[in-house]
């Protein structure tokens, strides 16, 4: 099998009238500059000569009309006050987009593998963002998956008019929340030809800058609080277990205090607290500490994938049970924060695993 695998970035040009700046390595440099505190190291970091750097710091000043890093005799270098926002925009483009660009990547590699190597057996895998869903790209050589990220209303809607072979769908371990996602989707879940490959498990909960507002444990404090909180969009699984831990806890969505954005992963919550938008957000471990957030746990999931068994191919199938029970792919999940291999590969039912929590 074919297995080098082509990725999509997204690249910033900035406009003028008059003027064109698009230089990719200049996001590396602010960074470097910011990690460093120095030009000279900074330049070296992000794989330039000190003259380019500095060369490309003027020339942004010029576009901008304001400096990008702010440099001291004797003191070093540091971002200016719009070096630190043009930083955290190039981090927030790449949280929000990330699954999209992503989906892209996987649908032209995959266009590509079946030029390369013809009618190979190949599973359509429509999941919601996740940090271990996402491995599955790196054993490629040993199963071949489209994956398209979706809600898991979405998901689902796909698996039923037969759009994809597998769904992602995640439920919390504990089985009174777990019976009130089932009864959300229940529209999409009315089949018992559904079974269900478990997976992982993870942890979700509150994410907030290291050093403030570290009195917030709970929801009710932050109810209490009315810290700015940034949420999730409305289709979202992680949504829904929020809205469902609130009224857990006596409290209703409005007494949140929500800013009027709503991100699309993880990622991009854990991006937007990190840049000072927002004091408070709610997802998975794995982001707050990609953005070194202190992170909170409030509640743990079972992230599963769904089929239905008169339909999935059964030779990529086995392929991707043999996968999913290997001890090197769980070794992987294992490296990363907030999830854990939840006897990946074996089939159940959602009443199953359910009572099984129990």
């Given amino acids: 099998m074919h297995n080098k695998k082509l990725t999509i970035a997204p690249a910033w040009v900035f406009r003028t009238n008059t003027d064109e700046l698009f230089e990719p390595v200049l996001f590396r440099l602010l960074d470097s500059v910011r990690e460093t505190g120095k030009l000279t190291s900074a330049a070296s970091a992000a794989g330039i000569s000190y003259r380019h750097a500095w060369n490309l710091l003027n020339r942004g000043s010029e576009i901008f009309g304001l400096p990008l890093v702010e440099m001291h005799k004797g003191r070093g270098s540091q971002l200016s006050a719009l070096g630190e926002k043009l930083l955290w925009a190039d981090q927030r483009v790449k949280a929000r ?11 032209l590699n995959d266009q590509i593998q079946q030029l390369l190597a013809g009618s190979q057996p190949m599973l359509r895998l429509h999941a919601s963002h996740g940090y271990a869903v996402a491995l599955l790209a790196e054993f490629s050589d040993q199963v071949s998956i489209n994956l398209q990220y ?14 994809c072979d597998l769904a992602s769908f995640h439920i919390p371990t504990c089985p009174v929340l777990a019976r009130q996602v089932l009864a959300h989707y229940h529209p999409h ?59 857990q806890q006596g409290l209703a969505e409005d007494n949140i205090n929500r800013t009027a954005q709503q991100e699309f992963t993880h990622s991009a919550v854990a991006a937007f607290v990190a840049s000072g938008m ?25 992230y599963l994938f769904l089929f239905r068994k008169d339909r999935v191919h059964p030779q990529a199938l086995t392929r991707l049970l043999a996968l999913m029970g290997s001890a090197a792919f769980q070794e992987r999940i294992h490296r990363v924060p907030g999830y854990a291999p939840d006897t990946p590969g074996t089939i159940t039912t959602l009443e199953e695993l359910i009572a099984g929590d129990v």
């Avoid at 987009?97 to 649908?107: H, T």
């Avoid at 979706?150 to 698996?159: S, Y």
């Avoid at 879940?189 to 269900?196: A, F, G, P, Y």
């Avoid at 969009?233 to 992680?238: F, M, N, P």
């Fill in 150 to 163: 979706r809600n898991p209303a979405e998901a689902l809607a796909a698996l039923n008019r037969d759009e």
């Fill in 189 to 247: 879940l009315s089949t018992d030809n559904h079974r269900v490959i478990r997976f992982v498990t993870r942890r979700e909960g509150l994410m907030m800058r290291k050093g403030a507002h570290d009195h917030i444990r709970t929801l009710r404090d932050l109810s209490a609080s009315q810290l700015r909180f940034i949420s999730r969009d409305r289709h979202s699984g992680t949504r829904l277990l929020f809205n469902l831990l609130l009224r």
């Fill in 278 to 302: 927002a004091d408070a957000g709610f997802g998975v471990q794995t982001a707050a500490d990609q953005f070194d957030l202190r992170f909170t746990d409030l509640a743990r999931e079972h």
């Fill in 97 to 107: 987009l990330g699954p999209q660009i992503d989906s892209m990547a996987s649908e």
